[in-house]
Antibody
């Protein structure tokens, strides 16, 4: 059974770049035609869809974050990553990685536990 | 982006009650809607996909319906384990967007 685990620094200074990694276990990230997705949740708020990566390398970024966002896949490590540049307090959130259900980005059927990121000097 | 409006934002009901949550899309999304349950301190869990299909392992007291712009999520008999926030999510247009959530607790 596929499991996901996010990792990254809990604290990032304003204007710096946030880097997060999601490690996939129980299955190969590059097989099965899966979509790998990042979602965030601001404190006490709803959910915001950030980006997806298809196993072949195709990406889609939320236009609201596109200018600051880079996502990538490291197949040899069975990981995918997110980099968000020029962070501000508005980027403080819980960040989740997830898998798209049945080879689609439409629904997320496996989620990591989430990692909290605080942007503060 | 498509705006998803959920109502109510919170509700309190008794164990055994029927609970209904609505989600309205700002434009026609066909049946491109999912429902998630998020318990405090946990990641969301997919309950319903494609508006009315139950994810494997989800109790049958949960159901979804709707098409176009208006959707409904129902818990037929509220249980203590159902205390959570519920979110709808559309995927008809990119980027996928979520409703604001409905917090459900026990009266």
């Amino acid at each position: 059974q596929v499991q996901l685990q996010e990792s990254g620094p809990g604290l990032v200074k304003p204007s710096q770049t946030l880097s997060l990694t999601c490690t996939v276990s129980g299955g190969a990230i590059s097989s099965g035609g899966d979509y790998w997705i990042w979602i965030r949740q601001h404190p006490g708020k709803g959910l915001e869809w950030i980006a997806y990566m298809y196993y072949s390398g195709t990406n889609y970024y939320n236009p609201s974050l596109k200018s600051r966002l880079t996502v990538s896949v490291a197949t040899s490590k069975n990981q995918f990553s997110l980099k968000l540049s020029s962070v501000t307090a508005a980027d403080t959130a819980m960040y989740y990685c997830a898998r798209g259900r049945s080879g689609s980005y439409s629904a997320m059927d496996v989620w990591g536990q989430g990692t909290t990121v605080t942007v503060s000097s | 982006d498509i705006q998803m409006t959920q109502s109510p934002s919170s509700l309190s009901a008794s164990v055994g009650d029927r609970v209904t949550i609505t989600c309205q899309a700002s434009q026609d999304i066909n049946n491109s809607l999912n429902w998630y349950q998020q318990k405090p301190g946990k990641a969301p869990k997919l309950l319903i996909y494609d508006a009315s299909n139950m994810e494997i392992g989800v109790p049958s007291r949960f159901s979804g319906s709707g098409f176009g712009t208006d959707f409904t999520f129902t818990i037929s008999s509220l249980q203590p384990d159902d205390i959570a926030t519920y979110y709808c999510q559309q995927y008809d247009n990119l980027p996928p967007t979520f409703g604001g959530g409905t917090k459900v607790d026990i009266k």
